[in-house]
């Protein structure tokens, strides 16, 4: 059987997200607060992850899931990694900014992706070669180079106070890394070691990349690994000379003793 292409990809994503909508929909206040047995997992989690995975199945291809792991058809040529719900605590306390992340990649590496932030109803594509949108609109990042005149997205409290302009903790590296894209954030710093996974930077990934931003792991690994054992320390830079400084930064602090 032939692997699937981008543009068939891309519908898969979509009718993945619709799945997950439709899942979320029912859950009362009360019902999205509730937790499993694992340490950071709500109930959601696993809702959701069900009836997105009934979509990917439907498809000749590989799937690796925050939830479940792997599935699908292990020897396709395509692999698709997907976090059913990015920004899980947002989405539990009612905090606008969380969505599906769902990346595409073949032996090439990333090949087409999908973010979405549910409760604005944005929805960011990217494929590779061919660039990254939101909405129709075509990303790209802002010019920033130095971090003092930068606005940053963090991800855990850094161990030492950064010459940003400004920071924000937003709760979903996924949609942070779009915004990276797209010029709303200039960089984003994972100040907590190994603690993403592929499901929660992939995507984002593949969409800075399209757009023209910056993605690095603090220490030089690769990041389009498709394994559900891998983590990961991200940077992400508007501009390579911002994210150089914002590895510098978080590497060898210049306040640091």
């Known amino acids: 059987m032939n692997a699937p292409s981008a543009d068939a990809l891309l519908t898969l994503f979509d009718e993945a997200a619709a799945a997950h909508r439709r899942a979320l929909a029912p859950l009362t206040d009360q019902q999205r607060k509730e937790r499993t047995a694992v340490a950071g997992q709500y109930a959601l989690d696993l809702v959701v992850d069900a009836a997105v995975l009934e979509v990917l199945h439907t498809a000749d291809v590989a799937v690796v899931s925050e939830e479940s792991g792997w599935s699908g058809n292990r020897t396709a040529a395509v692999t698709v990694v997907v976090d059913p719900v990015d920004g899980s605590t947002n989405c539990a306390r009612g905090f606008p900014y969380w969505g599906i992340s769902i990346c595409a990649l073949d032996a090439d590496g990333p090949l087409c992706a999908l973010v979405t932030n549910t409760p604005v109803g944005e929805r960011v594509v990217a494929v590779r070669g061919e660039g990254a949108w939101r909405d129709g609109d075509r990303l790209a990042p802002s010019a920033a180079e ?71 792991d603090v220490h030089h690994r690769p990041l389009a690994v498709p394994d559900p054992d891998v983590r990961r320390q991200l940077i992400a830079g508007a501009t390579p000379v911002l994210a150089e400084a914002l590895v510098a930064a978080v590497v060898d602090p210049p306040d640091a003793p």
């Open 146 to 216: 130095r971090v003092e005149d930068s606005v940053i997205a963090i991800s855990g409290m850094p161990a030492h106070v950064l010459a940003w302009k400004q920071f924000r903790a937003m709760g979903s590296a996924a949609l942070s890394l779009c915004d990276v894209a797209s010029g709303r954030l200039d960089g984003m710093i994972d100040s907590l070691a190994d603690r993403h996974g592929p499901w929660d930077y992939l995507g984002g990934l593949l969409v800075c990349t399209e757009a023209g931003a910056t993605v690095r």
